[in-house]
């Protein structure tokens, strides 16, 4: 249903017009085949759609093409990508403490998003940071909810101190850094159920800079380049972290961490269409993952989905999923489903400011 309407809205948008490049162009292909030409239908805005109609060279099968290098183009020469760090996503050597606890200092970019509720504040759902003024998470988060901040540094939520390891090797941790959110940016295309959810991404600006200091407080590399972002995941092995339900039932206080597989499309297709539901029809702008046992749950919701590689001639993590939904029943035969960071880069760039 999202491919057959992203194949409209393009058409809509090339329809008439004419190459205007003024280049040679070894890359035309249909609309849909081009994943920055899907993501600037998504920003929704009158740049992307100016840019959109240079790029159109014809058409094939009755879909438009595009000259896809223009529109990629773009990206790698944004001028925001300077905003990104690219001192982020570092992996800890300490992989696991116990069972699925994180180490201490392993993800320094998680955030908890606290919420004014009836009952008083409570942490819903989780983010990642992305430079010292803005975390990622996902726009279910903070649709029709009152956010009072972001926790950055936590690890065990019920203590002041956090210490892991056994003596005379014992490391403790204290410092944690509460901040006031200034502005709250929902993706502007994002609509959450009843209906099909889509384009669910969000951006909580920070009314002040985070101190990367602190070992516990550092940011969480982005698919920024072309190279990252038409990397092939399938069939790799993703990491999750966040404080969401255990297999108890019962919400974790300290930050968790699992592996999760990474499904194809098709396979992700079909396990949802068994379900009788057509959410994943929504292919190109979504990621399946997890298994039987293993997957995201409740609380987890705008946590990242992590999978390590080259960046900056380094291997780091790089965050290529946001947790949005999954099954009733977490850890079932159903994988989790995350929002595509790589399709929605155009729209964190063109968002974020210094």
């Not at 020469?77 to 570092?90: D, M, Q």
């Not at 969480?220 to 972290?241: D, F, K, V, W, Y």
Request: glycine share 8%.
């Amino acid at each position: 249903m999202f491919l057959r309407r992203t194949v409209v809205l393009l058409s809509v948008v090339l329809l008439n017009c004419r190459n205007v490049l003024g280049q040679s162009c070894n890359d035309c292909i249909t609309v849909t085949d081009c994943r920055e030409a899907v993501e600037m239908v998504n920003q929704n805005d009158a740049a992307a759609t100016a840019l959109l109609r240079r790029a159109f060279c014809g058409f094939g099968a009755r879909r438009p093409k595009v000259c896809c290098s223009a529109l990629q183009a773009k990206l790698d020469s944004h001028p925001n990508l300077s905003l990104l760090p690219e001192n982020c996503g570092f992996i800890d050597g300490d992989r696991l403490i116990g069972g699925m606890k994180a180490g201490l200092y392993q993800f320094p970019w998680m955030a908890l998003i606290s919420h004014s509720t009836r009952s008083g504040l409570k942490f819903q759902c989780g983010g990642t940071l992305i430079n010292d003024r803005y975390v990622l998470t996902a726009a279910h988060c903070m649709k029709n909810l009152q956010i009072a901040g972001v926790r950055i540094g936590e690890y065990d939520y019920r203590t002041e101190t956090d210490c892991v390891g056994e003596p005379p090797k014992v490391e403790c941790e204290s410092k944690i850094q509460d901040i006031r959110v200034e502005e709250a940016i929902l993706h502007p295309a994002y609509s959450g159920r009843p209906g099909p959810v889509l384009n669910d991404i969000g951006l909580l600006r920070l009314s002040k800079k985070v101190d990367f200091t602190p070992k516990n407080a550092k940011p969480i590399c982005l698919p920024i380049t072309h190279e990252l972002r038409t990397r092939p995941i399938a069939n790799l092995n993703a990491t999750l972290a966040g404080w969401g339900f255990t297999e108890e039932h019962v919400p974790s206080p300290t930050l968790l961490t699992v592996s999760v597989p990474v499904h194809t499309v098709e396979a992700c297709r079909k396990q949802y269409n068994r379900g009788k539901t057509t959410e994943m029809d929504d292919t190109l702008n979504k990621i399946c993952a997890g298994t039987y046992g293993r997957d995201s749950c409740n609380g987890d919701s705008g946590g990242p989905l992590m999978i390590a590689g080259q960046y900056k001639d380094h291997q780091r993590y790089i965050q290529y999923g946001v947790v949005s939904y999954g099954p009733r029943q977490c850890g079932s035969d159903f994988p989790g489903v995350y929002t595509d960071v790589s399709k929605y880069m155009g729209w964190i760039l063109d968002t974020i400011k210094p």
